[in-house]
């Protein structure tokens, strides 16, 4: 019989876990070096990496942060390996092509590494500046051709090349503080969400100008396409989700009780794992927009994954 498990970061109990995801408990744990923050899964679902962030926040003055990626088996649930990105710090932004190529970002240099493969290797193949400030991430085409990063501190997107060094960044301002980011189907849109502007919008990916734009719940800091092609924002600044057409058009709001932080969906489309303030996972029915069962986590849950095992 499948079962149904969570993969989890909770970066400030520096902690990667399994839980069941129909009744909450706690299957596994492995501790990390502190404050572990995004993951990617290999197309397999074989294999986690994480990236090691290795401070609570950016205003963490004096503590340049952490220079690594652990590699996690999830068969034996196991830390196997740790690629080194040294001297490139604070590794947020992670993403995985259609060839199980890594890329991971390091928001301290503005750089993103490459690792042609990640489960033999121990340091990168490749450095790319990302032509911003504090690129805390990006969003990456399927055949890893290009890449979009999403720069905080310059206020910019830039497209680029993760191959090509010599490629000269294409920049443009899509609002005030840009997070959020995902690509569509098709990749000739990328979406972004402003965290100071509370908005979302649509960005060509060919001419890098902006096509359409909405208005958001307050601090939108993620956006993600769920199975019936909405767009959702998680609003850090308010307890609430907006939905929104892949214009974009607004859809509605879903009220929550507590801060949203990240969500990845169930398969079956009908689910999403929502990660929660107050430490907790939070089950939304994606049809009623209403949380239908919840569970504790560890300290700050962050991202999620849904594996099938047997």
């Not at 069941?20 to 990390?32: M, V």
Request: net charge negative; proline share 5%; charged share 20%.
């Amino acid at each position: 019989m499948t079962r149904e498990v969570l993969l989890l970061n909770q970066k400030c109990a520096h902690t990667l876990s399994l839980y069941d995801a129909q009744s909450g408990e706690e299957l596994k744990h492995i501790r990390l070096p502190d404050y572990p923050h995004e993951f990617v899964v290999d197309s397999q679902g074989r294999y986690a990496f994480v990236g090691h962030y290795g401070i609570l926040g950016a205003d963490c003055i004096g503590d340049q942060g952490g220079c690594s990626v652990f590699v996690i088996d999830l068969e034996t649930f196991e830390h196997v390996n740790t690629l080194s990105t040294w001297p490139y710090y604070r590794i947020h932004g992670l993403g995985i092509d259609d060839q199980d190529r890594l890329y991971a970002m390091s928001e301290g240099h503005n750089t993103l590494l490459l690792f042609n493969d990640p489960l033999t290797t121990t340091t990168p193949d490749l450095a790319v500046s990302s032509g911003g400030y504090k690129t805390h991430l990006f969003a990456l085409t399927r055949r890893g051709d290009w890449a979009y990063g999403v720069n905080l501190l310059s206020n910019t997107i830039t497209k680029f090349k993760p191959h090509d060094a010599t490629f000269t960044p294409i920049a443009m301002i899509p609002g005030r503080k840009p997070e959020g980011n995902c690509l569509s189907t098709d990749e000739r849109t990328l979406f972004i969400s402003n965290r100071d502007d509370d908005s979302i919008v649509a960005i060509d990916t060919e001419s890098m100008s902006v096509r359409h734009s909405a208005t958001t719940g307050r601090d939108p800091n993620r956006i993600y396409g769920d199975p019936q092609q909405r767009l959702i924002t998680t609003n850090y600044g308010e307890n609430s989700l907006s939905l929104f057409d892949q214009q974009p058009q607004p859809l509605g709001r879903i009220d929550l009780d507590s801060i949203p932080i990240a969500m990845s969906f169930h398969p079956n489309g009908e689910h999403a794992f929502v990660s929660l303030k107050g430490d907790h996972i939070g089950v939304l029915n994606l049809e009623s927009g209403r949380i239908v069962r919840r569970f504790a986590t560890r300290a700050e849950p962050d991202v999620s994954c849904l594996l099938l095992r047997d």
